[in-house]
């Protein structure tokens, strides 16, 4: 088995939704270079075409596809889904990428916060994946199982609020969601795991990574010294669509600099 053998996707086809910007964008291009045929999908179908338009110039061996898609409703969930059936008649690779935060300090957090950032980050992974279901398990084979890639955030794994409560519980909810997913449908030969990212550069973090001065400072919070690349999101999306991802059900990839392992001080060294 050479490591060729062991992440090329050559033949493949993905669906990365909210594909346009941050960790899409960054797993998009990953899967591009990696041989896979791509469909980048977020609410701007146009922003998703131009992201196509830049990935196909490279020069990799696989292609990328863009157009709009909503998994804000059960509407746009079905749209997204005829859209995708239109394309392909087998999926190999879900990415379950799109996502909303919302941000305010403990009690002035609106109650409205909670269901619109619920809808997409839970509700929307798991009707998408359910819909898509049918293609996915066409696909999948003993030796090779259709993959589901979830992403929640480490902020879903430790005791984070961060003024943005319900995405920290949504993020849970994806966790917990992922392990169900895994159990119920390991027999379709499909797997399903997770990513918890900590700090990366996207359109949600552009208030706090920005630029560099500002990268920096929360790359100091971060036990690992620096906030998320590239690579950290390609080399997981790589293992988990790849053959040597084929055995791995139900896993969370803590892709967070060890923020997961975070804990409270030295209590009893600190006291002598």
Same mark, same amino acid.
């Given at each position: 088995?050479?490591?060729?053998?062991?992440?090329?996707?050559? /033949?493949?086809?993905?669906?990365?939704?909210?594909? =346009?910007?941050?960790? $899409?964008?960054?797993?998009?291009?990953?899967?591009?270079?990696?041989?896979?045929? &791509?469909?980048? *999908?977020?609410?701007?179908?146009?922003?998703?075409?131009?992201?196509?338009?830049?990935?196909? *110039?490279?020069?990799?061996?696989?292609?990328?596809?863009?157009?709009?898609?909503? +998994? !804000?409703?059960?509407?746009?969930?079905?749209?997204?889904?005829?859209?995708?059936?239109?394309?392909?008649?087998?999926?190999?690779?879900?990415?379950?990428?799109?996502?909303?935060?919302?941000?305010?300090?403990?009690?002035?957090?609106?109650?409205?916060?909670?269901?619109? +950032?619920?809808?997409?980050?839970? *509700?929307?992974?798991?009707?998408?994946?359910?819909?898509?279901?049918?293609?996915?398990?066409?696909?999948?084979?003993?030796?090779?199982?259709?993959?589901?890639?979830?992403?929640?955030?480490?902020? #879903?794994? &430790?005791?984070?609020?961060?003024?943005?409560?319900?995405?920290?519980? !949504?993020?849970?909810?994806?966790?917990?969601? %992922?392990?169900?997913? =895994?159990?119920?449908?390991?027999?379709?030969?499909?797997?399903?795991?997770?990513? =918890?990212?900590?700090?990366? +550069? !996207? @359109?949600?973090?552009?208030?706090? %990574?920005?630029?560099?001065?500002?990268?920096?400072?929360?790359?100091?919070?971060?036990?690992? /010294?620096?906030? $998320?690349?590239?690579?950290?999101?390609?080399?997981?999306?790589?293992?988990? !669509?790849? @053959?040597?991802?084929?055995? &791995?059900?139900?896993?969370?990839?803590?892709?967070? #600099? $060890?923020?997961? &392992?975070?804990? /409270?001080?030295?209590?009893? =060294?600190?006291?002598?």
């Amino acid at each position: 088995m050479t490591p060729e053998n062991l992440f090329s996707l050559a /033949g493949k086809t993905a669906l990365v939704t909210g594909g =346009a910007t941050g960790i $899409g964008r960054m797993a998009a291009e990953a899967l591009l270079r990696a041989g896979a045929r &791509v469909l980048i *999908a977020s609410r701007k179908g146009e922003a998703c075409e131009a992201v196509a338009a830049e990935l196909n *110039a490279l020069d990799a061996p696989g292609t990328a596809e863009g157009f709009a898609g909503d +998994v !804000s409703s059960e509407a746009g969930i079905d749209a997204l889904v005829e859209e995708v059936s239109n394309r392909t008649q087998r999926l190999d690779i879900l990415m379950n990428n799109a996502g909303v935060s919302w941000g305010a300090p403990m009690g002035q957090f609106p109650y409205d916060a909670w269901d619109k +950032v619920m809808s997409v980050n839970v *509700a929307g992974i798991f009707h998408l994946t359910q819909k898509l279901l049918p293609l996915l398990m066409q696909s999948g084979s003993d030796d090779d199982p259709a993959r589901v890639i979830n992403v929640a955030s480490v902020m #879903g794994e &430790v005791p984070m609020g961060d003024g943005a409560y319900s995405y920290s519980a !949504s993020k849970a909810a994806v966790i917990h969601l %992922t392990k169900i997913m =895994a159990k119920e449908l390991s027999p379709y030969r499909v797997t399903v795991n997770a990513l =918890a990212p900590g700090p990366f +550069v !996207s @359109r949600m973090t552009a208030f706090a %990574t920005a630029d560099e001065e500002k990268r920096e400072k929360v790359g100091k919070s971060v036990p690992l /010294g620096r906030v $998320g690349r590239d690579e950290d999101i390609a080399g997981c999306m790589l293992f988990l !669509s790849g @053959r040597g991802g084929s055995y &791995v059900t139900g896993a969370v990839i803590p892709v967070s #600099g $060890g923020i997961n &392992v975070l804990t /409270g001080g030295n209590i009893f =060294a600190d006291a002598l």
